[in-house]
């Protein structure tokens, strides 16, 4: 008989993917579309399946992020486990790399960056560790009103999770490995909170002048006290773009990373920051998708009442507890499920309480059969 802490884990697991994570799974350089580096599917199929692709490929099957102490590892170069693409795109200087992701969730506010980075005479064979990066495109907090404010990753979703590169004119042709990258600072109040989500492309640029720029390896980009990695955006702040600077001044129609913005302090946002030091306890909606789910801990709808004598003064045979609960779609009276996931480690935290007759009659299977799914209480 199975479990019913594996029944509930199987129920959990399944329902936080609707609030997954996402990656770039197309890239229209110049007009022409390319397939994007399918982390969900192309890793679980045989080498001679998989399809050629201007797109790194990552072990992140999980969606998953780069966390702060990984800034001096490869995986901050281009997602974890990082390996070059097999072809590249070509795109004339001046024009325009736009990279479409599948979701993004709402609650994930942060930076998009985008870097370059010359590979030589072959971005498929290239050492990713060689590569020096110089900035061209960076959007940070666009609007301060209230926070946690609008940034660069809520102008993506609201331009349908698609985000517009601009190749700088000036720069010398060649082979160059481009980094985009979202920086989801929800929880970046706490050191080590930092999510980093980067994503490579390879290119060939044609055209253009003799620009090029000096950059800055993968590994030395970030440090995990920036300004910009350690900060809190539920409080009143000011933001600095992290990395190094433009390489290319504002011709990239980018926000310098040398600005700073201010949110304003509102009474909410104060009260918001006082009862959290991280992140709202909120639950997370996406792009693609958005839940409702009760909050932990709320109250569980009360036991069917008793059932009623009859006029002889005899008290009718009680139905089913499980049948009568399902009939009146309540959740099972007798137990409690609590569910908690954060970031992408999940646990499960369950008790049950079952009358000893119920428990000789019926399976945990059955029980949880009874259970819907807007009863699960989740957090990410």
């Known amino acids: 008989m199975p479990s019913f802490t594996a029944t509930a884990f199987a129920l959990a697991a399944g329902a936080s993917l609707v609030s997954a994570h996402g990656y770039v799974q197309t890239i229209i350089v110049d007009g022409t579309t390319y397939a994007g580096f399918d982390v969900t599917s192309t890793p679980y199929m045989d080498d001679a399946s998989k399809p050629d692709s201007i797109g790194w490929s990552t072990s992140a099957t999980d969606l998953g992020f780069v966390a702060p102490d990984a800034y001096a590892s490869g995986d901050i170069i281009c997602h974890r486990d990082g390996a070059n693409a097999a072809i590249s795109a070509e795109v004339t200087a001046g024009g325009t790399v736009q990279l479409v992701w599948n979701t993004w969730p709402e609650s994930h506010h942060g930076p998009v960056i985008d870097y370059l980075a010359n590979c030589g005479d072959d971005c498929s064979t290239v050492d990713k560790t060689t590569l020096e990066f110089f900035k061209i495109d960076a959007s940070g907090l666009l609007d301060d009103t209230t926070a ?15 985000w517009t590169v601009t190749i700088p004119s000036t720069l010398a042709p060649g082979n160059y490995v481009l980094r985009h990258e979202m920086i989801a600072l929800h929880s970046a109040g706490n050191s080590g909170g930092a999510q980093n989500y980067p994503q490579c492309v390879n290119l060939k640029v044609t055209g253009g002048g003799s620009a090029a720029p000096t950059g800055t390896l993968g590994e030395a980009l970030y440090s995990a006290d920036d300004a910009g990695i350690l900060v809190n955006i539920y409080q009143s702040l000011t933001y600095s773009m992290p990395g190094p600077s433009l390489a290319f001044g504002s011709e990239a129609d980018s926000d310098s990373g040398a600005a700073t913005s201010s949110v304003a ?72 499920l609590t569910a908690a996931l954060q970031c992408d480690i999940c646990w499960i935290t369950t008790s049950a309480r079952v009358g000893a007759a119920v428990r000789q009659r019926h399976s945990t299977t059955t029980i949880m059969s009874l259970i819907p799914i807007g009863h699960l209480s989740m957090t990410f």
């Open 265 to 336: 302090t509102s009474a909410a946002a104060a009260t918001s920051a006082a009862a959290t030091a991280t992140s709202p306890a909120a639950a997370e909606t996406t792009a693609a998708a958005t839940t409702t789910a009760a909050p932990i801990g709320s109250r569980l709808p009360d036991p069917p009442a008793p059932t009623p004598p009859r006029k002889n003064g005899r008290r009718r045979k009680p139905t089913s507890v499980l049948r009568r609960s399902a009939a009146n779609h309540y959740f099972f009276p007798y137990l409690h």
């Open 148 to 162: 946690p404010g609008s940034w660069g990753s809520d102008k993506l979703i609201s331009d349908d999770l698609t």
